[in-house]
């Protein structure tokens, strides 16, 4: 019903020639009074906001009152969307409705004319940037994908009874090509080569022309910004007044800086430039900004803005890249306390509710600590694996870059070798951290590094080793028959000593058979015995160590054999 007496007036109107949004409306109302659909959107969004019709009715509406009128009435409509873009954008509204108002967007966007109509659709672009969420999907381009199909189209064939070097004008207009679509110089070598040769010509031709502060005060920018136009004007004819134009220039220079900035995105076809044409990119981009420095009026401060903003442009990318995270957070319903009760603060057992959650994890999952993909130590091919791209030089990783400089990555990697890899982890001392590397993982010509012979340090340590060895030999073959020879000796004194005790025994022995009182020497005897039983010990000792000696070496020894069985 709604719908059918919107269509009504609106054909009332267009029949009695009034303008859409002032149908109704008496020459003897006052200004602030409004037409005759204007008041009826009104009703249709009280009636939505209270919730009595659909909340996606006003949008319809409007999407109706847009298609039955001219691009002149549009304008109109629009400004009391715009009026009412804070209703508009209310939850219960907006979730009903958001689809359809992009729609009727859309469609104004595809009927206007890009070249005539540029405020127009600036404002359609603004409502929406306003309207819509900040992260939502619909209004980014997470594709990157570009308007290939803004072609600046120039002549082709030289002109007769034009003076202008028209090897230039085709040059300078054929930069276009690449700003319309910089993702086709990633990849292409050839046409990097031609198109670094084209803008040299540019700003060599800018270089030799400088503009002076009396050429840049004639432009007044501000006055131009409100004729100003989408696309360029292409003429041969103009070419000679372009050049001593500052505002083309910084448009031409301002576009160089957006490709370079593009080209050298963060994680940009990182290992596919080589270094050489990094050096391009950045010596390129310091002479572009140069000669916006130089260019009048106030070339420092056009400078300074446009780096600020391509700078900011920065973190746009990288929040694109991380799935357009949403920065809007819901806010947290703060719970009415009732008067004359006090709410305890729980008590945690960890001090908060996260880490008591987490000792008692165990309890409420007991499978949680037995799980096979709780921890999962990565093998060593795996863990060195991006280490052992980084060796690689044909990756073209630039060594700041590399994983080697990470001191938490090497030292989790010698933890693995010193594991699971022991041959590995042994070459750090003479490689460092880029020898405990797998051999497998590396390519031939880096290989062969870590595959050569000793180095003087092992060969040393050998020599050393060797030499040890040898010399304690030696001395165990000096010390064997000096020990024989002690052993001899100790056996010698032994004996002297038991045949002297074997005599004062038999003399003792004559002197009480004959009745006479023996006549002991308790000093002597005191002070020989023990000498005699320390000497027995002493070569009891040395004998059994030569046999055992003769035993491990697997020969024996005559004289000790008569030495023990006597």
Not at 34 to 63: S, T
Not at 481 to 486: D, R
Request: with cysteine; net charge negative; glycine share 6%.
């Amino acid at each position: 019903m709604l719908r059918t007496l919107l269509q009504e007036l609106v054909s009332s109107a267009v029949q009695s020639g009034e303008e859409i949004m002032l149908y109704g409306k008496s020459i003897d109302d006052v200004d602030e009074m409004q037409g005759v659909i204007p008041r009826l959107l009104d009703v249709v969004l009280y009636l939505c906001e209270k919730e009595h019709v659909e909340g996606g009715m006003i949008f319809q509406l409007l999407e109706d009152l847009t298609e039955m009128s001219t691009m002149r009435n549009c304008k109109d409509i629009f400004r009391y969307i715009e009026s009412k873009q804070d209703i508009l954008g209310k939850q219960e509204l907006f979730a009903r409705g958001k689809l359809v108002m992009l729609r009727t967007c859309n469609q104004l966007l595809r009927r206007l004319s890009k070249a005539n109509d540029v405020v127009f659709c600036g404002r359609i672009l603004m409502f929406l940037a306003h309207f819509f969420p900040l992260s939502e999907r619909s209004a980014v381009n997470i594709k990157g994908v570009f308007n290939t199909s803004n072609e600046t189209k120039y002549e082709k064939d030289p002109p007769e009874g034009i003076s202008v070097d028209f090897n230039f004008y085709r040059t300078f207009w054929s930069l276009q090509e690449y700003f319309c679509n910089p993702a086709s110089l990633s990849n292409a070598p050839l046409k990097w080569q031609k198109f670094t040769a084209s803008l040299m010509v540019v700003l060599n031709t800018f270089d030799a022309q400088p503009l002076s502060e009396e050429e840049g005060a004639e432009n007044n920018l501000e006055e131009e910004a409100t004729t100003f136009n989408i696309k360029y004007l292409t003429s041969s004819k103009l070419m000679g007044l372009e050049l001593k134009d500052p505002s083309f220039r910084r448009h031409i220079l301002l576009q160089c800086l957006i490709l370079f900035d593009y080209l050298k995105a963060p994680g940009k076809n990182d290992k596919d430039s080589s270094e050489s044409v990094k050096e391009e990119i950045n010596s390129c981009e310091d002479r572009v900004k140069k000669l916006l420095e130089v260019t009048p009026p106030k070339g420092k401060d056009f400078l300074h803005s446009i780096e600020h903003i391509l700078d900011r442009e920065k973190n746009w990318v990288w929040w694109k890249r991380d799935g357009c995270q949403p920065f809007e957070k819901q806010p947290i319903e703060k719970k009415t306390v009732h008067d004359g009760t006090k709410k305890r603060r729980p008590r945690w057992r960890l001090g908060n509710k996260e880490l008591s959650q987490l000792w008692k994890w165990a309890d409420q999952n007991p499978n949680a600590l037995t799980d096979s993909q709780r921890v999962r130590t990565p093998t060593i091919s795996d863990y060195w694996k991006p280490l052992a791209e980084d060796m690689d030089d044909s990756a073209g990783i630039e060594a700041e870059y590399h994983h080697k400089n990470n001191r938490v990555y090497c030292w989790k990697g010698l933890r693995f070798s010193a594991r699971q890899d022991l041959e590995g982890f042994s070459k750090f001392t003479e490689h460092g951290i880029e020898g405990v590397v797998p051999l497998e993982l590396l390519p031939p010509e880096v290989r062969s590094k870590f595959q050569g012979k000793p180095s003087d340090r092992s060969k040393r340590a050998k020599k050393e080793e060797m030499r040890s060895t040898s010399h304690q030999v030696e001395e165990s073959q000096i010390a064997t028959p000096a020990s024989e020879i002690e052993g001899e000796g100790i056996r010698a004194d032994a004996e002297a000593s038991v045949a002297v005790m074997d005599t004062d025994v038999s003399a003792a022995t004559g002197n009480n058979s004959q009745g006479g009182t023996p006549t002991p020497e308790p000093d002597e005897h005191q002070k020989q015995s023990p000498d005699t039983d320390v000497g027995q010990e002493a070569g009891q000792l040395e004998a059994d160590a030569e046999v055992e000696t003769g035993m491990l070496d697997g020969e024996t020894d005559p004289e000790a054999e008569s030495d023990n069985v006597g």
